[in-house]
């Protein structure tokens, strides 16, 4: 088989047995996916999220920008469409690769760099997370306990522009992402916009960290590194969430994958501080430690080997967290956070939706329609963690990584919100599976638009003054046109999305 060219800029383009489905094609969609993402950059500076003390709240160019409303619509539009344009240039990409097993790995982190470039550089897009994070970094500087006190403890909160649910919240991450808000707030001095640049180089290097397992995990799961780096890390779910929005969770996933390369390869006891590093970033991949101590125990292990094995996973990963809790002084505090119930839920959570529906028609007939919905989601976060234990139990030690990932999925599909970005590390566990030509592709299909467009229709940063309704509609209306366009009429994707995909696919790659 031929292989790539060493040093190449873009070496399988280059390659002869390729050369006739790439050449054109190939490199077409590549410079799709970076001029997508520079759309979304550019209207990133309209619609992007700007706190109130931002030292750029006064410069002439963004006033104008962000003050007439025409501009904002374009802005709206360039966001809209350069994330579905990223999502056909994804689609495209992985059509007119005619073989995977030519093209090597470095290629699909360079794009993935590509795409990402421009985004590093814009206002955080479709979340404003980030300026929680530095909310809680100030409260760490000042010396109180994050998991007790809301960033609205400290003076001029308001000014560093987070979301209000976040104003009287404990924060729900682990020690070490709090050492890492520390550091940042102190670094920069507070300054907004340099605390921004620092939280994406932290993303990124979490999906650079992605990379780098997903490679390793794919050889070692016999899967094409290409075909699997083109599935997660130039996924347009991870350019969004991970760069756009300045989610943690990539740090939390590129953690959580590296040590569970370590796992594999037979160094449990690193598998296991990775992932504890992994759950002091976001406490959820906690699900993970019990499959990492599967792994030490080995596929043919009994009851007894695996109850050691599970026994000194806790006992190492515990008395890190306990370490690093005594440094801190908050001790297990992200415990109770964790468990804090809120009254955020998603329509399309089905327990979320359950819990709305019940309370609703309980206070219909003057019930207590807010215990009523607390108990549905209770119920749905038992449900999660059942299923998830079960999945942990369940046989043999045989196909870790899928049991795994269904475990995520339970606890994930349980919540009574889902965030787009939860739904990234799901899909990057589903794609170290093995995702065949056929239906589950073209589920993973349907997801990445789906959540794309959520992602694109959710929030987006407009003056006061400015209708939101009427803004969100052009997003909405746009997000939806873009894609039937891509699922009905454009001939190149469209085949993508119909059964039989896979001989379509081969078709439209020419």
Avoid at 242 to 251: E, G, K, M, R
Avoid at 345 to 353: E, K, N, R
Wanted: proline residues 5%.
């Amino acid at each position: 088989m031929p292989q790539p060219r060493a040093g190449s800029r873009l070496s399988v383009f280059s390659d002869a047995r390729t050369i006739a489905d790439l050449h054109g094609g190939g490199r077409v969609a590549v410079w799709q996916g970076a001029v997508a993402s520079l759309c979304m950059a550019v209207g990133g500076l309209g619609v992007g999220w700007m706190a109130s003390g931002s030292s750029l709240i006064r410069v002439p160019f963004f006033i104008v920008l962000r003050d007439n409303p025409v501009l904002v619509v374009i802005c709206t539009v360039l966001v809209v469409f350069g994330g579905l344009l990223l999502v056909r240039a994804w689609l495209r990409l992985g059509q007119r690769v005619g073989e995977w097993s030519a093209v090597d790995p470095a290629v699909l982190c360079r794009i993935a760099a590509l795409w990402c470039g421009p985004l590093l550089v814009t206002f955080p897009l479709f979340s404003r997370d980030v300026y929680a994070y530095i909310g809680q970094g100030r409260l760490m500087l000042a010396g109180l306990d994050p998991y007790v006190n809301g960033i609205s403890a400290l003076n001029n909160y308001h000014n560093l522009g987070p979301d209000s649910l976040w104003t009287e919240a404990p924060t729900p991450y682990g020690p070490l992402f709090l050492w890492i808000e520390q550091g940042v707030v102190w670094l920069t001095g507070g300054n907004l916009e340099a605390a921004i640049v620092l939280f994406r180089l932290a993303a990124a290097a979490g999906i650079a960290l992605c990379a780098v397992a997903v490679i390793g995990l794919a050889r070692h799961y016999k899967l094409d590194p290409s075909r699997t780096l083109w599935l997660t890390v130039v996924n347009p779910l991870f350019v969004i969430n991970f760069i756009a929005s300045i989610h943690n969770d990539a740090l939390m996933l590129g953690l959580l994958l590296v040590g569970l390369l370590a796992a594999v390869r037979g160094r449990p006891i690193a598998a296991v501080v990775l992932v504890t590093l992994s759950i002091g970033i976001k406490p959820i991949t906690l699900i993970a430690l019990p499959f990492i101590g599967l792994i030490w125990a080995g596929k043919r292990a009994g009851w007894g080997r695996k109850i050691a094995c599970w026994a000194a996973t806790a006992a190492i990963s515990g008395g890190l967290l306990t370490l690093a809790g005594a440094v801190t002084g908050f001790w297990f505090g992200w415990l109770p956070a964790m468990t804090t119930s809120g009254t955020v839920w998603i329509w399309y959570a089905p327990f979320g939706l359950l819990a709305a529906a019940a309370g609703a028609l309980v206070q219909l007939f003057n019930g207590p329609g807010d215990v009523v919905a607390e108990v549905v989601k209770a119920v749905g976060r038992v449900v999660g963690i059942v299923v998830a234990a079960w999945f942990v139990i369940k046989g043999s030690s045989e196909r870790i990584m899928l049991r795994m990932a269904f475990a995520f999925t339970a606890v994930v599909a349980t919540a009574a919100m889902i965030q787009p970005w939860y739904v990234t590390w799901l899909m990057a566990f589903f794609a170290l599976v093995g995702l065949s030509e056929g239906r589950h592709l073209r589920v993973y299909y349907v997801a990445t638009l789906f959540f794309t467009v959520i992602a694109l229709t959710d929030q987006l940063d407009v003056f006061e003054w400015i209708p939101i309704v009427v803004v969100r509609a052009v997003a909405i209306v746009l997000s939806l046109a873009f894609v039937a366009y891509m699922m009905l009429w454009d001939w190149k994707t469209r085949v993508l999305f119909a059964p039989g995909a896979a001989i379509g696919r081969a078709r439209a790659a020419r």
